[in-house]
Structures are given as C-alpha cells and as structure tokens.
T-cell receptor
Framework: DTEVTQTPKHLVMGMTNKKSLKCEQH?????MYWYKQKAKKPPELMFV???????INESVPSRFSPECPNSSLLNLHLHALQPEDSALYLC??????????????FGEGSWLTVV | DAKTTQPNSMESNEEEPVHLPCNHS???????IHWYRQLPSQGPEYVIH???SNVNNRMASLAIAEDRKSSTLILHRATLRDAAVYYC?????????????FGSGTQLTVLP
C-alpha cells in the first residue's frame, strides 16, 4: 500500500472561517510534508515533519498551522485565509526526511477555494 | 542551490519512445536525480530516481551522463496516459535543504 489519503478533496471557506485539511498514510513513514500548488505552477514546499516534529517551515504565514498528532496523521489548520491562498494543497510522505534517495509519495491533494 | 533545466514542452506520437532531457550542471556528488510526473488534477507521481548508474523500472528508464551534469528520462512506448508535466529534481545529498524542490518541468503532449 503506497497511498497517501487526503480529505476533503474540495473545500470552500470564507475568510473568517476555521477549517482543517487532513492527511493519512499507513506506510510507516516518519517524514510528512505539506506542499502548496497554484494553477499552472510547480508545487512549493510549506512544511516538513520528521518523527512527528516540525523540522522545516518555509516561512509560511501563521494563518496556516500544521499539526502531526501521530506518525500516520498530518493536519493543516486554516484560519483567516485570503483569497490568494486558494490553491491545491498536497500532502506527501517518505521513510525519512534526511535521506535524499528516498521516494516521496504524494496524495491527490485538497482543492481549497477561499471566498 | 543545485538547479535543473528542462524544455518547457515536448510532443511525442503514441507508441513511440520519448526522451525527456534534463541539465543539472551544478550537481554535487551526493545529489540524487529524481523524476516525478503530474497528470492533470492529480498529485505528483514518482517515476524514477538514480545517483550515478542508469536505472530501469516498470515505468521508465533513467540515463545519467558519465559526468552527471545531465540525465534523460526515457518512456519506451508513450501512451495517451503519459501526457503530463514531468519534473526533473535534484534532491540535495547534504545540508538542511534535502527536500524535493520542483522546477517548472516539461509538459509532454502525446499525439494519437
């Protein structure tokens, strides 16, 4: 099973709402990632978790708050977003964060629209 | 940062081989070369990766130049389902920036 599952697939939220994106993997991977992808652009790294601890934050605004409750789950809490935050949010995982020869597995993404 | 250069777009006929080039002249000795592809409205999908030697798997082959400054992804028989954006990515072998950093990729169009 090489699957990363993301929910919901689509989310529409107002600028004052609080919502969360969820990600789950059961491959025993110890590294999990959030990427953001705008239309017709490549994915951009947001956060990296290694062994359930945040190891990289690519200067992401605080209205995005990641959480890793356990080694299989990764959440992205959203609050007071702006319309320009509308994008595809991709979750990914790999065995380790520090070995550059590891394969990274991506989920299908959550399409977020902020109105 | 080690960077890659790929053509913006390429076309291929169905059932013919496709060679997707990638230049990475600033690659370091421990950097891995990864290829991912992204079909429309889907997350990126792992294709293949290598360090020094050529690599084969069920999806594709990766040919790495002897000096490692370039590589080529080979799809042996293109199908319509192979139409996607193909990303050649250097995953750095050392330092904190070992993460997958995507460039602009090559849009592959497969013609029936």
């Amino acid at each position: 099973d090489t699957e990363v599952t993301q929910t919901p697939k689509h989310l529409v939220m107002g600028m004052t709402n609080k919502k969360s994106l969820k990600c789950e993997q059961h491959m025993g991977h110890r590294a999990m990632y959030w990427y953001k992808q705008k239309a017709k652009k490549p994915p951009e790294l947001m956060f990296v978790y290694s062994y359930e601890k945040l190891s990289i934050n690519e200067s992401v605004p605080s209205r995005f708050s990641p959480e890793c409750p356990n080694s299989s789950l990764l959440n992205l809490h959203l609050h007071a977003l702006q319309p320009e935050d509308s994008a595809l949010y991709l979750c990914a995982s790999s065995q380790e964060a520090g070995f550059s020869g590891n394969t990274i597995y991506f989920g299908e993404g959550s399409w977020l629209t902020v109105v | 940062d080690a960077k890659t250069t790929q053509p913006n777009s390429m076309e291929s006929n169905e059932e013919e081989p496709v060679h997707l080039p990638c230049n990475h002249s600033t690659i370091s000795g421990t950097d891995y070369i990864h290829w991912y592809r992204q079909l429309p409205s889907q997350g990126p999908e792992y294709v293949i990766h290598g360090l020094t030697s050529n690599v084969n798997n069920r999806m594709a082959s990766l040919a790495i130049a002897e000096d490692r400054k370039s590589s080529t992804l080979i799809l042996h028989r293109a199908t319509l389902r192979d139409a996607a954006v193909y990303y050649c990515i250097l995953r750095l072998g050392s330092g904190s920036a070992r993460q997958l950093t995507f460039g602009s990729g090559t849009q592959l169009t497969v013609l029936p």
